[in-house]
């Protein structure tokens, strides 16, 4: 069974730092783009960072709201992706989820995304 469970959320103040974690099992975690997905209050969700596996060739994909602040890392030895996220700004108030997606190279489309793991809140307030 393909599980993911998201984590290391919390309240953040404005321009502060924090460090998502996706562990991951039920799967050859190595061979699949992983990656992670927010939905803001009264918003759709929305993918905005995605790291290839390893036939990938090393594919990312960020979206325009979080590109030079977001960085998506991976460790395939722990089965586990990273989301550092710098500079946070209030709108990326959101709960963040993980995901697998069908394919080994990065995907924006939420449709190209196969399993999805438990939200992991994060508030960016002063």
């Known amino acids: 069974e393909v599980q993911l469970q998201a984590s290391g959320g919390g309240l953040v103040q404005p321009g502060g730092s924090l460090r998502l974690s996706c562990a991951a099992s039920?799967?050859?975690?190595?061979?699949?783009?992983i990656g992670w997905i927010c939905q803001a209050p009264g918003k759709e969700r929305e993918a905005i960072a995605c790291l290839g596996g390893i036939a990938g060739g090393g594919s990312i994909y960020y979206a325009d709201s979080v590109k030079g602040r977001f960085t998506i890392s991976r460790d395939n030895a722990k089965n586990t992706a990273y989301l550092q996220m710098n500079s946070l700004k209030p709108e990326d108030t959101a709960v963040y989820y993980c995901a697998k997606s069908y394919f080994g190279i990065a995907v924006e489309s939420l449709k190209l995304y196969e399993s999805w793991g438990q939200g992991t809140q994060v508030t960016v307030s002063s």
């Open positions: 039920g799967f050859n975690f190595a061979d699949f783009s």
